[in-house]
């Protein structure tokens, strides 16, 4: 299996490269924008090209860009949806520059408005950039861990959406364990990700789960709280992690971990720890 880590651009957008590298990546993530900024920060394209240059060389891959934080794309307040959808453009066309595989997409939240108008107004938005950027990165909708008017907690609504973005070949479904475990599937259980992963296969008509954000959960199973923990750390432990990773069809699927950094364990560590728990046990 291919596991990396969400690494920084500070410094230029080849600096992630050479932090990848240096981790001992197979593949990456980036943000092609400040995450916590509206401001639109555009990678340039002498950048974009000596990017390219040098992830040729590295062979690392593939390359994950995650849209920053702030746009929501199912927002029902039109100022909002218009600043989202521009950001939205604008980093999927850096995605796209920067040759990336895959973009994550929050699916974002209806803000307790009609949940069908804001699966409309997020689908629409994806629709825009796919068929802007013929050349863009697979958009991948993120699993997410639901509760309130968040939307991305349900396969079924997932795959509503991408019924009406309707363009498959270029969409698909990341699955963040965490996310996951905290909306209260019991991925951590022998048959509950394969159960998981066959619902998600009923409706959208094919397997959509593209790749794996691996993370460990400090919050309860099915709490609806986001918070990730090191790799066999948190809630879903080692044994969890092992039953997603050694489920059939997760295996083909490129991972990513954004586990925290702190003094008990580093990026490197939460690595190790995860390509262990992907071996058979002996
Ligand atoms: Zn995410
Ligand atoms: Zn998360």
């Not at 080849?14 to 932090?19: F, G, H, L, N, P």
């Not at 918070?227 to 080692?238: A, F, S, V, Y």
């Not at 039953?243 to 008990?264: A, F, Q, Y």
Request: hydrophobic share 35%; with cysteine; aromatic share 6%.
């Amino acid at each position: 299996m291919k596991f990396g880590v969400h690494v920084s651009i500070s410094g230029g957008v080849d600096k992630a490269i050479e932090r990848a590298g240096a981790l001992g990546c197979d593949c990456f993530q980036i943000f092609v924008a400040n995450p916590r900024s509206w401001a639109s920060q555009r990678i340039s394209k002498q950048d974009a090209g000596l990017f390219r240059e040098k992830r040729a060389v590295s062979g690392l891959g593939p390359l994950v860009v995650h849209m920053t934080y702030l746009p929501n794309l199912a927002s029902p307040d039109p100022a909002i949806h218009k600043k989202s959808l521009k950001n939205f453009l604008d980093q999927y066309e850096d995605a796209t520059m920067v040759g990336a595989d895959l973009f994550v997409i929050h699916p974002g939240s209806s803000k307790g408005e009609d949940r069908t108008k804001a699966l409309r107004r997020l689908a629409e938005s994806v629709r825009s950039g796919i068929d802007k950027y013929p050349d863009g990165p697979k958009a991948l909708l993120e699993v997410m861990a639901g509760g309130g008017s968040i939307i991305g907690g349900l396969p079924e609504e997932l795959a509503e959406a991408d019924g009406i973005i309707s363009r498959p070949e270029k969409t698909g479904i990341c699955f963040d364990t965490a996310h996951a475990f905290a909306a209260g599937y019991e991925i951590d259980k022998p048959n509950g990700m394969a159960k998981l992963r066959k619902r998600f296969h009923k409706c959208y008509g094919r397997h959509p789960i593209s790749l794996i954000h691996l993370n460990d959960l400090r919050s309860e199973f099915g709490s609806k709280h986001d918070r990730h923990e090191h790799i066999g750390k948190g809630n879903l432990g080692p044994d969890g992690i092992r039953n997603v990773l050694r489920t059939p069809g997760m295996r083909s699927l490129p991972v990513i971990l954004e586990t925290p950094v702190d003094e008990s364990r580093d990026d490197m560590g939460n690595l190790a720890e995860a390509r262990k728990l992907s071996l058979p046990q002996t």
